[in-house]
């Protein structure tokens, strides 16, 4: 059925989307939403960056799509559904796709939405100095053009069956074509979009608030007056802080801090099963990961059951080295990588290691899981005879010196909605993050020729071969996935935590009666 | 010397400080052969068990043993300590015996510099210098030796002064000895007792910013053994099981415990006025 | 206090913060970020970034861009944030601000404990009290503030629930609920002063005691309660001022640790940020407000023991 209705949302021609919406709330809170009050929601880091082309972190996502809309946003079970576009469709060969923009739909600054903003922001978004995240998530974009006041065009440089779901990549977000013209350093403290809320205050290290907005395109959601987000740098406040009530909602949790919220009165558990991985990056055109035969050896070192638990106390599964497993459409199966040092020894006397190598692997502290699993992978690897030492680093000094730079750290990704948007992101040779380096065309050829295609069966089989070569080559170790781990007050109505974990969709949960009255 | 140890061990401070203080040195010294395991061998199995016979404090996140983890960890833990703070000292005392010998202008801007660099936190400056230098606990080390020199310069400073006064020391420059030679000789050695009693306080202080600069991810890299980080580690699992991080905040406390008391049993010894 | 001797702490303070300036400036430029790349980031072109770093001046000579930054300081400008493009200066006196108020507030909490308690122990010299404050002062600086931050948190907040356990309220918005929000943090910065100051209260009480002005009260009738706190506090309080203001020093690293755990947005807060981040604009501002911070509280504590302390002659 899923398979269905993905389809429809692709391919079909005319979709309305207004039956969607309340689907997600839970049997617990079938009644009728409530509107008013403060939803105060716990965030990890500072919301740095406001501009939401070039959001980069889970709780920028966060705020740029309270403020924001894309063309289409992406549902709990990851397919993509209307936000300003009210319908979409493609010609036979997919390679150009039109999207019809709601009427009506106005800028926080009461400018009409049009097409031409739309097109002023995908060129922004593909424009290299504006240094967008998102550039080479949104798709295959050769050319935007307006047709008309509510009519966008994109005009692709190949077939591509995914375009709906490029749209509502996090950065690809909808801002005024007059902002752009005028520079968008404008956007670095104030906010004008088409987004549930508007923005109040900005404050990036401590709080951020957002009020609802009353022009909003659906005039029955946001249920919530007010969006409070604070930042919480010590996760263990933060629970504390929850317990007290004195936040309803975090967003994002470590499992350690999830066991201590277990039978919390008062507080939700979620949970939910994802594509979300941490990858040991190995660069393949260095030594002495430039072997495959090395990289296999230490893949060979890993107890991936073992890792489970010390990684992620339980609350994930194992990885066998590519990034899809069963929360995706195209998953296939491999069989599991078991350790072995035996194998892993002879592969490194093999490949001119005999003695064994001693490497550094570097760990940023955000989140911790990425030091404890370099920790374990240290352990593990040893009696293979590789010598690792682990660097840990603060976040923000491993993104300036290390990520895609560094010859071998520890990764960590959300799920991406596609396969096509986890391999084009991280593994092929033209991929926008190719930390590994790793370049294989057999590779590249299927994960390309499976982003052209229609048919179900042809993708399922050109996906499955593409995972069969990652997982021969290993150009990244990923021993475990992750759920995606939150918590939220028992009065926080329709919120589901998102596999994605960068999907947040505030706009249609709701306070029941339970919820202490605040200002 | 007899005497001097006879008249420590008189005062509680003084006893019970050098009880602690020697327990640890022998931690330090014989830590390595006194661990029943291998402190960094993993076991799935044995996660987060309490104290039993076979692993008398218990196991930590990742099933290794605590005990063996805090008697490695007190060689890396205390001996950092240490020569971070000998170091702070030496520089420090250097800056402000000399500071004090040459008097008048020179005087005045060496201290008033060092006033300004006293300005900023300890814990601020040994933040920096690591960000600077990289995380790793050869810089952690420099750092904290770093911040605490202004301190031991002004101390060193004010004991030179009340020393410099003294007869000895006009006596070397009525025989007019080379002042480097007076710095060294005369002065140094006369102003050396108040300062081992501020470095044996000063010891604690150095094991609680190491271990405030493992929380902040700046300090010793893990799998580790320092307490610091083994503490700071521990605090994500203490709900899990509160031995994890119970043991070695203990074992830090105890220490600084220990070198606060010695330390105060030190300046009763060689200060009796007060 | 003559007008040369205040024109001259005052000189001593700019020749401070001017030292702590070059330090920090010298800091930064090793600091190995590259500020065009910090602001722009990692996906930004090789062009965006040589013509940000030529509007920014970075390719001027130091002691140019030493001046240029120095002059704007001067002007209250401190810069832009290379992390949010925001103004420096504001967000940093903002955080000051909350964070000289939980200082306060430590300070005051700190001396309303630790004050009686060196008393006591002075009036009981030896006795079971005085032992009994020793410990307690020898257990205050024995443990780092991050495990006595979580320890309050897990049994003040969660266990007992009898305060809130982080964030910051204004005090503007909900005065009491202000208030309730900064007890906890206060209490841990203050362990280790109450430490320190009761004891220098205890040895100052005990010296006092002994001198020849207070034995002289004694012989003049006056009751032992007398004594005790119209000559002899008033006498050891005094030293207790410089070294409280001497304290600040350590009061202002302590809430740097405080601050990222109860999630208070101080001025600890914003340095820890920046250092992460390598903004280093920010960290230059926040180095040296700290500073002046430290120079400011030492000036006023050395004018109020020369005005409470008439004996004193500063030429």
Redesign the interface.
């Known amino acids: 059925m899923l398979e269905t209705t993905r389809r429809r949302f692709l391919l079909g021609t005319a979709f309305v989307a207004a039956s969607a919406t309340l689907s997600l709330s839970m049997p617990a809170f079938a009644q009728a939403p409530v509107k008013g009050g403060t939803l105060r929601v716990a965030i990890d880091q500072?919301t740095?960056?406001l501009n939401p082309l070039?959001v980069?972190v889970n709780p920028e996502y966060m705020l740029a799509e309270l403020l924001y809309s894309g063309l289409t946003r992406l549902k709990v079970d990851m397919s993509p559904e209307a936000d300003l576009a009210e319908s979409w469709s493609a010609n036979e060969e997919l390679t150009e796709w039109t999207f019809i923009l709601r009427k009506g739909v106005k800028f926080h600054d009461g400018s009409a939405l049009t097409a031409a903003d739309v097109v002023a922001s995908y060129k922004a978004i593909l424009n290299?100095?504006t240094?967008?995240?998102g550039?080479k998530n949104v798709g295959p974009i050769e050319d935007v053009v307006a047709k008309d006041e509510l009519t966008v065009v994109f005009k692709l440089s190949g077939p591509y069956a995914d375009m709906p779901v490029a749209t509502a990549y996090m950065n690809a977000k909808i801002v005024p074509a007059a902002i752009i013209e005028s520079g968008l350093?404008k956007l670095?403290?104030e906010a004008v979009g088409t987004g549930p809320f508007k923005l109040v205050s900005f404050?990036?290290?401590?709080?951020v608030v957002v009020e609802r907005n009353p022009d909003y395109y659906d005039p029955e959601r946001p249920y919530l007056d007010k969006v409070v987000l604070?930042?919480?740098?010590?996760s263990?406040?933060?629970s504390?802080?929850l317990?007290?009530g004195?936040i309803d909602l975090i967003s994002t949790l470590d499992p350690t801090e999830y066991m201590r919220l277990d039978g919390t009165d008062g507080v939700d558990l979620q949970r939910v099963a994802s594509g979300q991985f941490c990858n040991v990056n190995m660069r393949c055109d260095v030594k002495p990961f430039d072997d495959p035969r090395v990289r296999q050896a230490l893949a060979l070192t890993v107890d991936r059951e073992a890792m489970i638990q010390f990684v992620t106390e339980g609350f994930g599964t194992a990885g066998n080295d590519t990034p899809i497993n069963n929360a995706y459409r195209f998953f296939s199966e491999q069989p599991a990588r078991k350790p072995d040092i035996a194998k892993a020894k002879q592969l490194l006397a093999d490949a001119g290691y005999a003695d064994g190598i001693k490497i550094t692997l570097v760990a940023s502290e955000k989140p911790a899981l990425r030091t404890q699993l370099a920790v374990a992978l240290r352990e593990m690897a040893k009696p293979a005879g590789f010598d690792i030492e682990v660097q840990t680093m603060?976040?923000?000094?491993y993104?300036?010196?290390v990520?895609?730079k560094g010859n071998f750290y520890v990764g960590f990704y959300n799920m991406q909605p596609t396969e096509d948007g986890i391999f084009k992101l991280l593994y092929t040779s033209d991929a926008a993050w190719n930390e590994t380096r790793w370049d294989n065309s057999d590779f590249d050829k299927a994960v390309n020729a499976a982003r052209v295609t229609a048919d179900e069966a042809t993708r399922a089989k050109l996906y499955a071969e593409a995972q069969k070569l990652q997982y021969e080559g290993v150009p990244s170790i990923i021993p475990t996935f992750f759920d995606v781990l939150g918590a939220k007050r028992t009065w926080v109505a329709a919120y589901d935590i998102h596999p994605r974990a960068s999907v947040f969709r505030f706009d249609h949960a709701w306070l029941t009666d339970k919820a202490p009255t605040r200002s | 010397m007899t005497d001097f140890i006879k008249r420590l061990m008189r005062s509680p401070q003084g006893a019970i400080g050098t009880i602690i203080v020697l327990l640890v040195l022998v931690a330090v010294a014989f830590g390595p052969y006194l661990a029943p395991h291998d402190p960094e061998a993993m076991s799935i199995l044995a996660r987060f068990k309490g104290p039993s016979a076979d692993f008398l404090l218990g196991t930590d996140q990742y099933g290794r043993d605590i005990f063996s983890r805090l008697m490695i960890g007190a060689r890396s833990t205390v001996i950092m300590a240490v020569v971070a703070t000998l170091i702070g000292t030496v520089v420090g005392a250097l800056v402000g015996v000399t500071s004090a010998f040459l008097g008048g202008r020179a005087d005045e801007v060496i201290m008033?510099?060092v006033?300004?660099?006293?300005?900023?936190?300890?814990?601020?400056f040994a933040?920096?210098?690591v960000?600077?230098l990289g995380s790793s606990d050869i810089n952690a080390l420099l750092a904290v030796s770093i911040a605490f020199a202004p301190g031991m310069a002004r101390i060193s400073r004010a004991v030179a002064l009340s020393a410099r006064k003294q007869d000895f020391v006009s006596a070397a420059i009525a025989r007019g000895e080379k002042p480097n030679f007076i710095v060294l000789s005369e002065m140094l050695p006369n102003t050396v007792a108040p300062i081992i009693v501020e470095m044996t306080i000063r010891v604690?202080f150095a094991i609680?910013l190491f271990?405030?600069l493992s929380?902040?991810g700046l300090g010793a890299q893990p799998p580790s053994e320092e307490w610091?980080l083994m503490?700071?580690e521990a605090?994500r699992y203490?709900h899990i099981s509160s031995w994890i991080?119970v043991w070695p905040?203990l074992a830090?406390?105890?220490v600084?415990?220990g070198f606060?008391?010695l330390g105060d049993g030190l300046r009763d010894v060689l200060n009796p006025k007060? | 206090m003559s007008a040369s001797y205040l024109t001259k702490r005052v000189a001593?303070i700019f020749?401070?913060?001017?030292?702590?300036s070059l330090?920090?400036f010298a800091?930064t430029q090793?600091?190995?970020?590259d500020a065009a790349?910090?602001m722009?980031?990692?996906?930004?072109?090789e062009?965006?970034l040589a013509a940000l770093r030529e509007q920014m001046g970075l390719n001027n000579p130091v002691w140019t861009q030493y001046l240029h930054w120095i002059a704007g300081v001067f002007q209250g400008d401190f810069g832009t944030s290379l992390?949010?493009?925001?103004s420096v200066g504001p967000v940093m006196v903002e955080a000051l601000s909350r964070s000289l108020l939980l200082a306060l507030f430590s300070i005051c909490l700190m001396l309303f404990i630790a004050v009686p308690l060196g008393i006591l122990a002075a009036v009981r010299r030896g006795k079971i009290v005085d032992m009994a404050v020793s410990l307690i002062s020898?257990?205050g600086?024995?443990?780092?503030?991050?495990?006595t931050a979580?320890l309050a948190?897990?049994f003040l907040?969660?266990r007992w629930?009898l305060l809130?356990?982080?964030?910051?309220v204004p005090l503007t918005e909900n005065f009491w609920d202000g208030v309730a929000h900064l007890i906890m943090p206060a209490a841990v910065i203050s362990i280790i002063l109450v430490a320190h100051v009761s004891r220098m209260v205890r040895?100052e009480m005990v010296?006092v005691l002994h001198t020849d002005y207070i034995r002289a009260a004694r012989l003049k009738g006056l009751s032992s309660r007398q004594v005790l706190w119209g000559h002899a506090l008033r006498n050891a309080l005094l030293p207790t001022i410089t070294i409280v203001a001497l304290d600040v020093?350590?009061l202002?690293?302590?809430v740097?640790?405080v601050e990222?755990?109860?999630?208070i947005?101080g001025i600890g807060?914003?340095?820890?940020?920046a250092?992460?981040?390598?903004d280093l604009p920010s960290?230059q501002a926040g180095?040296l407000i700290?500073?002046a911070t430290?120079?400011v509280v030492n000036f006023i504590a050395d004018i109020l023991y020369s005005l409470l302390d008439k004996r004193i002659q500063y030429d």
């Open positions: 500072a740095s960056v070039l980069r290299p100095d240094a967008s995240p550039r350093d670095s403290s404050e990036p290290d401590r709080q604070n930042v919480y740098p010590d263990t406040a933060e504390s802080a317990i007290a004195e603060p976040h923000a000094t993104l300036d010196q990520w895609k | 008033r510099t006033d300004a660099v006293m300005s900023i936190p300890s814990l601020l933040l920096i210098i960000n600077l604690s609680m271990a405030t929380f902040l610091g503490v700071s605090r203490m991080l905040s830090i406390a105890l600084a415990i606060n008391l007060t | 001593l020749y401070t913060l001017l030292i702590v330090i920090v800091m090793i600091l190995p970020a790349v910090m722009l980031g990692e996906n930004a072109t062009e965006a992390r949010t493009g925001l020898y257990v600086v024995s443990l780092p503030e991050f495990v979580t948190l897990l907040a969660d629930k809130p356990p982080t964030g910051y040895s010296d020093g350590y202002l690293g302590g740097i640790v990222e755990i109860f999630a947005p807060r914003q340095l820890i940020i250092i992460q981040a390598r960290i180095v700290m500073a430290y120079c």
